[in-house]
Nanobody, 125 residues
Framework: QVQLVESGGGSVQAGGSLRLSCAYS????????MDWFRRAPGKEREFVAA????????YYADSVKGRFTISRDNAESTVGLQMNSLKPEDTAVYYC??????????????????WGRGTLVTVIS
């Protein structure tokens, strides 16, 4: 049984920081790519960041590059998203995803991807 549980969301002033965490459990997840996506009110879900199973490769959406940092700790079964210099347009529900092929964020093929329930981030201007 795969479980992904996000935490760390909340309200913050523009320019502030938040750190999201995703605790994952389930078979073989340490060999999965892990992603963060978000869905803003009234908008489609969008890719935020991804990290390879080893942590050796990371990928970011242009909108967050230089401000957000994704990391993972396979020993602790967690994935983190450090978000700095937050903007009101970062307001969204943030979802953690476990991707067995590590490339769903690029291909848009989400079969086999496991999702968390999300955590709300609100950035106040």
């Amino acid at each position: 049984q795969v479980q992904l549980v996000e935490s760390g969301g909340g309200s913050v002033q523009a320019g502030g920081s938040l750190r999201l965490s995703c605790a994952y459990s389930g078979p073989r997840l340490s060999s999965y790519g892990m992603d963060w996506f978000r869905r803003a009110p009234g908008k489609e879900r969008e890719f935020v960041a991804a990290i390879s199973w080893s942590g050796g490769s990371t990928y970011y959406a242009d909108s967050v590059k230089g401000r957000f940092t994704i990391s993972r700790d396979n020993a602790e079964s967690t994935v983190g998203l450090q978000m700095n210099s937050l903007k009101p347009e970062d307001t969204a529900v943030y979802y953690c995803a476990a991707d067995p092929y590590g490339n769903a964020w690029a291909t848009g093929e989400f079969g086999g991807v496991h999702w968390g329930r999300g955590t709300l981030v609100t950035v106040i201007s």
